[in-house]
């Protein structure tokens, strides 16, 4: 089992940046893929972006590309969400992830383990 605490959000302004962290413990780090997701109100959970265990690949949905970036430092156990560019529809709450696999996966049942949530709003 791991344990995922999300960190980072928070309200900023249309066009601005947030960085999204999530500090893992438990199971081996470096032996899992980890993802982002977001649920705005109202709407299904939906992915964001993921990363391989090694960090040599990603994924994005394309509503983020060009603005999100995902990366891992395998030594802090913490995956990191940069998320530059925020539009008003990039409001939601924030998931982090651990997946079941070393490589990538985007459906939801592919990912064992889930934080809390951080909230990211973004105002026009």
């Known amino acids: 089992q791991v344990q995922l605490v999300e960190s980072g959000g928070g309200l900023v302004q249309a066009g601005g940046s947030l960085r999204l962290s999530c500090a893992a413990s438990g199971r081996t780090f470096s032996t899992y893929a980890m993802g982002w997701f977001r649920q705005a109100p109202g709407k299904e959970r939906e992915f964001v972006a993921a990363?391989?265990?090694?960090?040599?690949?990603?994924d994005y949905t394309d509503s983020v590309k060009g603005r999100f970036t995902i990366s891992r430092d395998n030594a802090k156990n913490t995956v990191y969400l940069q998320m530059n560019s925020l539009k008003p529809e990039d409001t939601a709450v924030y998931y982090c992830a651990a997946g079941r696999y070393a490589s990538l996966v985007r459906g939801s049942a592919d990912f064992g383990s889930w934080g809390q949530g951080t909230q990211v709003t973004v105002s026009s």
């Open positions: 990363i391989s265990w090694s960090g040599g690949t990603t």
